[in-house]
């Protein structure tokens, strides 16, 4: 069997609105609040369990997506006025980039996580 990602937690100022972002600009499914967390199923294999917490560290979130599903979130980040770039360096000069032949942009999360989708895996030399 192969080993996969099952969850991971993400701190956030507010588990059940952090929840509804990601569920509103990625499309994931917000299932509900279970204990301390606000569940989103990311695919059949991982979801993301949002925990409520004061105090944490920033985190950077990177998710490769088709092509439609790149257009898709970009209309909906452009359309929720975030702040986007095409480097996580540079994550507010309202441009994607264009590595390794795909497409890629970063923007923040309400918490101030860093997130980014990319259309074409990194080419690791």
């Known amino acids: 069997m192969a080993i996969t990602l099952n969850h991971t937690i993400i701190n956030a100022k507010d588990n059940v609105a952090s929840a509804k972002f990601y569920e509103h600009i990625f499309g994931f499914e917000f299932v509900k609040e279970w204990g301390h967390f606000a569940v989103v199923i990311v695919n059949d294999t991982l979801t993301l369990d949002f925990f409520t917490k004061e105090h944490f560290s920033k985190q950077h979130y990177a998710f ?3 092509e439609i599903e790149f257009d898709a979130i970009f209309t909906r980040i452009k359309e929720a006025n975030l702040l ?6 540079d994550r507010k000069n ?3 980039n264009y590595n ?3 497409r890629g942009v970063y923007f923040p999360d309400p918490d101030g996580h860093i997130l980014e989708i990319i259309t074409t895996d990194y080419v690791i030399d």
């Open 64 to 66: 490769k997506v088709s």
């Open 94 to 96: 309202g441009k994607i």
């Open 84 to 89: 986007f770039g095409s480097s996580p360096y």
């Open 100 to 102: 390794y032949g795909g």
